[in-house]
Each structure stands twice: as structure tokens, then as C-alpha cells.
């Protein structure tokens, strides 16, 4: 929902941080998560907490379709597509929906996401478990991306926290 964006942005700021040149991270330097590879044309070095969230606004939360899916389907399916790719984010919210996960964004995914979010509590936990076996699966094929499986866990345990409580820590 479009008055979820506020909160979404506000978490998608907390768990990506700040400037962060790992040389083990594929994406380069990034800067509250945006980062070189994905954005060549932007200085990230410089760029500002409004700069990134028009990115994410724009790149993830709209083009996602979350402005259209109910709470707390929408900020999930924006943090994992940050995170894991827009394709990734909406088939985990098909499979929670019991649907073919085709990765689209179509009538038929946005019409299970409310019938999911009548149960939000269930919704948040089924969908979490498919992104969590998402990273251990990631790390069986990729064994190089081993060394970030703990921190993509403590960001789905943070933002199952903060949908249920809406406490950062």
C-alpha cells in the first residue's frame, strides 16, 4: 500500500547503512545499499539518504507493484526484491500464495496477496521461510557468497521484527 512507504523506506535506510567498500562484495562500493555496479552513473561516494530512497521508490517499490499489494506483503516483497532481485521477491509471494511462481506481477499474484494478508502473521513467516531457503541454496550453488548467508539472515530476522513490532533495533 502506498501509505506503507514511509515505514519501508525507513527500514530499507536502517539495515543497508551507509558507505561500504567490501572488496568481497560484487556490487562494489555501495552507499546505503545502492550500489556502483547497479547504478555506473551515479557517485556513490556522495550520494544522500533522499537520493537513495528516490531510487528505491522508483527501481524497487514502484516498479515491484507495492504501492498496490496490502501490508505487510508490500514491504516484504520491496526488501527482498532490494535484496534478491525483483523476480526472487515476487515468486516467494506466489508460493506463499499457493500460485504457479512465474516471477510476474500479474492480476493473479496481487488478488492471492490479499487473500494472503488475511492472515498476516502467517504471511509474513511463510513468505520469510521461502526467502530463507532462497540464501541457503544460494550458498550450496555459490559457495563464495557463503560469508554473507549470516548477514542476509539477521536482515530477514530484523525485518520480521519490525513487521510484527515496528521496532528497529
Known sequence: MENSWPAASQFIIFVEGGLV???ADPGKITNYGISQRS???VDIA???VDSALDIYRRDYWLKNSCDQLPYPLDILVFDT???NGASEAIKFLQRTGGITDDGVMGD???QAAVNIAQRPHLAIVTYLSYREKFYADLEVSNP???QFERG???RALRLLRFLLTGELE
Open 108 to 110: 493473479q499474484t496481487k
Open 39 to 41: 547504478y555506473p552513473d
Open 46 to 48: 556522495n550520494l544522500t
Open 21 to 23: 567498500n567490501n572488496p
Open 144 to 146: 563464495t557468497e557463503a
Open 152 to 154: 542476509w539472515l539477521m
Open 81 to 83: 526484491a532490494v535484496n
